[in-house]
């Protein structure tokens, strides 16, 4: 099948464009080893031709090793016989951005003989602003064809089509090579003269633009903006999508209520009912707050905001070794680490985005309030101080809350210390890309699709942790006595490493299981303890744990323990995934399974010693 | 009067000298890819408080850039932006 290349730079329009030429018809690929999709989907009327949308790069002369992929990715599809064509989309607003780089594909692809048309995007922004661009002039100066286009109104994109199935039977001729030898710096000369004969003149353009910058940036009105626009993405994550969770929670259970009493083996029943649908329900539960999470991202990303925002968060998270771009991930991870995994996809130098996937499993998820609440209430005692105004349960939730999110910038800060930061990296500049209003539809069919990824992706992982944990639970006594299955003796195998911290193998065993979600915690502890549901009423485990001879310092080590380990085969997976690299999940496990041990210690010896 | 870009104030306007060899060329090159020629006029638009990355206007193009990189483009100083 004939393929058509897309390529473009960051902030063109690429994504839009690129689902106007197909009817929003298109699937996602990876490139092996790190984050870059390439869209495909067939183009509109022409069925036997597939678009490709390549990864937005600002050159081909890549100054950074994933940068280099994409790049070297675009020099081997220009070998591929089956690509025929390549449309090269620039910003008609912002010429010179947008001409080095045609002028580079223009070259790279006379080089290999495939034709290219420049599609001039954001034509109907000029329009409204009584500008224009010469597009017969400087396709004549490119020797290339340009059309214009707006992707977002769909101006011009059939136009684009019949040039296309024109090109392919030939009844547009190929235009004369003149760039072949040419080097870098003399298309940056060349671009910048063009630019400058052909670009829209005045500052018109960016006159809103820096109107509205100096609302959003601006010391009070940008930090109070700031702040309410953060919490509308935490509700939007914590408060909003809560309902669908319920009811995706609602309709696994009525499901399993329904097709469990029909099966008649009771190991089969058993099986369904907890691996099954248990295993499936704990993951697909975090479904719509990827789904809301990533719409809202998106609707800041394409507003403009979201560069603004990490301008605005820069300085501080710098002194940590990340970048403005790790707050939203970061913050995202406080509700659960996997919409934050993926959130950090937005940052573009490789060192940052590392630091940031580091950082996300240590910010306190919401997974791990059910263990904090069991803990607190169990070993801190509920009074108050200072006239009712402190109470020292609550002081205890937000000092280990705190405690994860220093936790999270400690370790970047020392790891980005351990290796040469400075200039190694991207530089931090940040394009600050036009205010505009989002396109919903796009927005919807890309949450819709993270959504997709994460069921098909990370829930083989998930649900085959899930299974291993249930077999070794359930058998050899077929769930009768979980201290007396296998899971139950691997508890009491690993119990000499829990020791040091007062604890024995009941805790052990709850601390296993609590792999598939940290929350499971407390269901273990209960069903060990002989107690029903203690994960909806823990008052009855409180009493039973008070009541036993467990020293407040194994209390406060768990706590510790919980804040630090990355208890979560979820955001293993998804970290694998993302990261393309199953070595840094394993190392970021047992890395933080470590840390968390010898904090836990130490914390458990304080505590002996203070009394 | 001849400056770094970190230290230009909102509302001033310059024209680019050029960059410290303290720059890596990678840097460099990216930057000429923005558009950040020696001889291009250049626009400080927003000076954020508290060190934040100053937001500058290069042709239509607006960028933030942080002080680890502005404080080593070497410029001179044009007047305020019109």
């Keep these: ?611 | 009067m001849n400056l770094s870009l970190w230290a230009l104030k909102a509302g001033d306007r310059c024209e680019i000298l050029g960059y410290d060899e303290v720059l890596p060329e990678n840097y460099r090159t990216r930057m000429m890819e923005f558009g950040f020629h020696p001889g291009e006029t250049v626009a400080c638009l927003l000076s954020v408080a508290f060190g934040a990355p100053k937001v500058y206007r290069v042709s239509n193009t607006i960028f933030s850039l942080d002080e680890e990189v502005a404080d080593h483009i070497q410029v001179r100083v044009l007047g305020p932006d019109g």
């Excluded at chain 1, 205010?435 to 997709?452: A, F, M, Q």
């Design chain 1, 1 to 611: 099948m004939a393929k058509i290349i897309l390529i473009g730079s960051p902030n063109s329009g690429k994504s839009l464009l690129f689902n106007r030429l197909t009817g929003l018809h298109h699937k996602v690929a990876n490139f092996p080893g790190i984050t870059v999709d390439v869209g495909m989907g067939k183009m509109r009327d022409l069925p036997d031709t597939v678009l490709v949308d390549f990864p937005g790069t600002y050159s081909l002369q890549a100054i950074s090793a994933e940068e280099k992929v994409a790049v070297d990715q675009f020099h081997l599809a220009l070998q591929d016989p089956e690509v025929e064509q390549v449309l090269c989309l620039i910003d008609a607003t912002r010429l010179e951005k947008s001409l080095y780089f045609t002028l580079q594909v223009i070259r790279d692809c006379e080089r290999q003989h495939k034709p290219v048309t420049v599609l001039a995007n954001m034509i109907d922004v000029l329009d409204n602003h009584g500008l224009s661009l010469d597009v017969a002039e400087l396709g004549a100066a490119l020797h290339t064809p340009v059309l214009p286009v707006s992707a977002r109104t769909g101006k011009g994109a059939d136009a684009v089509i019949r040039h296309v199935s024109a090109v392919r039977t030939a009844a547009v001729q190929p235009s004369r090579a003149h760039l072949l030898d040419a080097p870098d710096v003399l298309l940056r000369g060349t671009a910048h003269q063009l630019a400058r004969r052909y670009g829209p003149k005045g500052d018109v353009l960016v006159r809103t633009q820096t109107r509205l910058d100096s609302f959003f940036l601006h010391s009070v009105t940008g930090g109070i903006s700031f702040f309410a626009i953060m919490y509308l993405l935490f509700q939007s994550i914590f408060t909003w999508s809560a309902p669908a969770m319920d009811a995706v929670q609602g309709a696994i259970t009525a499901m399993a209520d329904w097709v469990v009493p029909l099966i008649g083996n009771h190991v089969a029943r058993d099986f369904t009912s907890d691996a099954l649908f248990g295993g499936i329900g704990a993951f697909l539960v975090f479904v719509p707050q990827i789904f809301v999470l990533t719409f809202v991202i998106g609707l800041l990303e394409d507003s403009g905001y979201m560069a603004r925002a990490a301008l605005i968060c820069h300085k501080p998270l710098r002194l940590f070794g990340l970048t403005g771009k790790s707050f939203i991930p970061m913050l995202s991870g406080v509700a659960c680490a996997i919409p934050g995994i993926y959130a950090a996809r937005a940052i573009d130098s490789p060192r940052k985005r590392l630091l940031t996937y580091m950082a996300i499993p240590l910010m306190p998820c919401s997974a791990r309030l059910p263990v904090y609440t069991l803990l607190i209430a169990a070993f801190i005692p509920a009074g108050t101080a200072f006239g009712g105004l402190v109470g020292w349960q609550g002081l205890a939730m937000f000092g280990i809350y705190f405690f994860g999110m220093l936790c999270a910038l400690l370790v970047t800060g020392l790891i980005s210390r351990t290796s040469k930061d400075h200039y190694t990296d991207l530089p931090f500049v940040l394009e600050l890309p036009p205010y505009r209003v989002p396109g919903l539809v796009p927005l919807l069919r890309n949450s819709w699709s993270r959504s997709k990824h994460f069921v098909t992706k990370a829930g083989k992982i998930i649900f085959t942790v899930t299974v291993v944990i249930w077999v070794l639970g359930y058998f050899p006594n077929y769930g009768t006595d979980l201290g007396a299955s296998w899971l139950g003796y691997l508890g009491r195998v690993v119990e000499p490493l829990f020791a040091p911290l007062g604890l024995d193998w009941r805790y052990a065993v709850a601390i296993l299981t609590s792999f598939l979600a940290r929350e499971v915690f407390v269901g273990t502890l209960g069903t060990i303890f002989g107690i029903e549901a203690a994960d909806d009423n823990i008052t009855p485990l409180v009493q039973h744990i008070q009541s036993s001879d467990l020293h407040i310092g194994s209390g406060l080590a768990l706590l510790v323990f919980f804040a630090i380990a990355l208890q979560c085969v979820s955001t293993v997976a998804i970290l694998s995934k993302e990261s393309g690299s199953g070595a840094l999940a394993l190392k970021m496990f047992v890395g933080y399974l470590l840390l968390a041990y010898a904090a836990a210690l130490a914390i458990y010896h304080l505590a002996a010693v203070l009394g």
